[in-house]
């Protein structure tokens, strides 16, 4: 997204004001309030992003690794999703809000593609800055004036720099989850989807990236298997968190291992989310133990 985003006019006496104030209230309560939008709306970005790289499967870690056609359909894919969210109905074009035809508009870029039928009609403007881990949220009634004399072949423009300040925003440069493969080297990512099961590919994971808050989408991706939480847990010295405990090495949950993750200095896990560390100190195993995380001391890969 364009690194300078004038502030926005759109108040009282703004002639789109009242239209688009009004569809600003809507999506906000039907997304459950402006607190869930800001929570479940960059989630739900996050989710269709990396359902197109599908890193598991193609060994891709970014979105500029796609082919052209699969960054056109993630706009389609938000489309879809961000109604499923608001469950909104379709309409004559994207949607139908306040008995307003509405536009749809996903930007992975600086810019939106507004076709001719959405001109004159007021448009969700969606955009996703991967490099930045930012989102944007914004309603325009995609005026002519607004817009951009010049049209691509298909007779699409894009807000003009003077247009940026008639956008309503309910997001602006908005934190959204990071792609999480993005910050992983290629050979880690190669070394951890090599195991030939899940339990491999996890231990893997675990020991490669330690004392790094794990969400469980990353979990499923690298399991590839239905019940991909069984992988977490101890399995009659099969599982994840028994191998890695043979090295030494704790699996912990946010959700069920919080006090032992604060008493070792971790970062903080949310409950969705799973953290590894090997402790270095005979301190920090008794610590372990004490909180019921018995461990190998010292572990099977120090003996050897």
């Known amino acids: ?82 109604r499923a969210l608001l469950n909104l109905p379709k309409g004559r074009l994207d949607t139908l809000i306040l008995g307003h035809d509405v536009d749809i508009k996903n930007t992975m870029g600086s810019n939106w593609m507004i076709p001719t039928e959405a001109v004159d009609h007021p448009c969700i403007l969606v955009a996703a800055d991967e490099a930045r881990a930012r989102c944007y949220l914004g309603l325009i009634m995609a005026r002519p004036e607004y817009l951009t004399l010049g049209q691509n072949k298909d007779a699409k423009k894009t807000v003009s720099a003077s247009g940026f300040a008639h956008i309503l925003w309910l997001l602006r440069d908005h934190l959204y989850p990071a792609n999480f493969w993005r910050g992983v080297a290629p050979e880690v990512v190669e070394r951890i989807f090599a195991g030939a099961s899940g339990n491999r590919r996890m231990a893997t994971l675990f020991r ?97």
């Not at 006019?9 to 309560?29: C, F, N, Q, S, Y």
């Not at 920090?284 to 909180?291: K, P, S």
Request: net charge negative; aromatic share 4%; hydrophobic share 40%.
């Open 1 to 82: 997204m364009k690194k300078t985003i004038p502030d926005s006019i759109v108040e009282t006496g703004h002639p789109d004001h009242p239209l688009l104030a009004a569809l600003a209230d809507e999506i906000t309560k039907r997304a459950g309030g402006a607190e869930a939008l800001a929570t479940n709306f960059p989630a739900m970005l996050r989710h269709c992003i990396d359902d197109v790289i599908m890193t598991p499967k193609t060994g891709r870690r970014s979105y500029d690794e796609l082919e052209k056609t699969e960054k056109t359909y993630i706009g389609t894919r938000v489309e879809i999703e961000l």
């Open 208 to 304: 490669e990236l330690q004392q790094l808050a794990i969400t469980r989408d990353v979990v499923e991706a690298v399991a590839q298997q239905h019940d991909f939480m069984r992988r977490i847990r101890s399995d009659n010295g099969r599982g994840t968190r028994d191998l890695l405990a043979r090295e030494g090495i704790l699996l912990l949950s946010g959700h069920f291992d919080g006090p032992l993750i604060d008493a070792l200095g971790l970062p903080p896990c949310s409950a969705s989310e799973f953290v590894s560390y090997r402790p270095g100190t005979e301190a920090e195993v008794d610590i372990a133990r004490a909180h019921g995380m018995p461990l190998d001391w010292p572990p099977e890969t120090l003996l050897i």
